[in-house]
């Protein structure tokens, strides 16, 4: 199992914070962003990532995080000169998965949970992962699942404006090694990017082949994409035992 961490993009809902410095490189309490998702792929034991960064950003990344030798992993990187959607990763990082299986992160995306027994269970096909939200305002703003009685995905919308379901796929997926061919297959949507969560995109594709397994967790998650949930990831991660790498 190999990782990536999507860590490039423009982040202009943070702007002017993001004018000249990347999003997942800033403070998040006492720690850059993208510490988190690597804490998190790292308890899943997975040690051999992939970040993916902005042309205008590289030498930041390499400075701070360099080989990974730090953090007991290592890092390899490549350059995503124009966001095209998150699918587009997957193509990026074609020759260094290598026909692995992959988990992948959003580099905003950080988690209080523990993921190593879901990952390492991974059987193939493509795996996403569910919290269940109480306000249906920011379900609104998500991709949307609806499960059965047995947890199993009946279906995918990304901001529905009426939901089916209050779960939402946070920015955390695991797929198999076909993901390569899938994104590479894809159309964009109409808002022109290569999708994950739309229509067409990767999920739906995995799950038109009845392949699709969801994950439900209950625990901390924030997108740390706006002023106010990055506000609230640092006030929430201030009361927690940092974890120092």
């Given at each position: ?59 930041l990344f390499l400075n701070l995080l360099g080989t990974g ?133 990767i999920n739906n594709t995995y799950l038109d082949n009845k ?35």
């Open positions: 199992m190999k990782g990536i961490i999507l860590a490039g993009g423009r982040a202009t809902r943070l702007r002017p914070l993001t004018w000249v410095i990347s999003k997942q490189l800033l403070p998040v309490y006492d720690k850059p962003m993208i510490y988190y998702p690597i804490e998190t792929l790292i308890k899943a034991g997975i040690k051999d990532i992939l970040i993916i960064i902005s042309p205008e950003n590289s030498g030798e730090q953090f007991g992993c290592h890092f390899s990187y490549v350059i995503q000169k124009e966001p095209r959607g998150l699918a587009e990763a997957f193509i990026l990082a074609e020759d260094f998965l290598d026909k692995d299986d992959v988990t992948m992160i959003l580099g905003d995306n950080i988690f209080d949970h523990d993921f190593s027994k879901e990952i390492q269970s991974f059987k193939g096909g493509g795996q996403i992962y569910l919290k269940k939200l109480d306000n249906v305002e920011d379900v609104k703003r998500l991709g949307v699942v609806e499960l059965d009685e047995n947890n199993k995905v009946i279906s995918i919308e990304e901001k529905p404006e009426k939901p089916k379901s209050m779960y939402v796929s946070v920015g955390l997926y695991t797929y198999d090694h076909h993901v390569v061919e899938i994104a590479k297959n894809l159309k964009p949507s109409a808002r022109g990017e290569l999708e994950i969560s739309g229509n067409p995109s392949d699709l397994k969801a994950c439900v967790f209950d625990a901390y998650w924030q997108d740390a994409g706006t002023f106010e949930s990055l506000l609230e990831a640092g006030n929430h991660m201030s009361g927690k035992a940092s974890i120092k790498l």
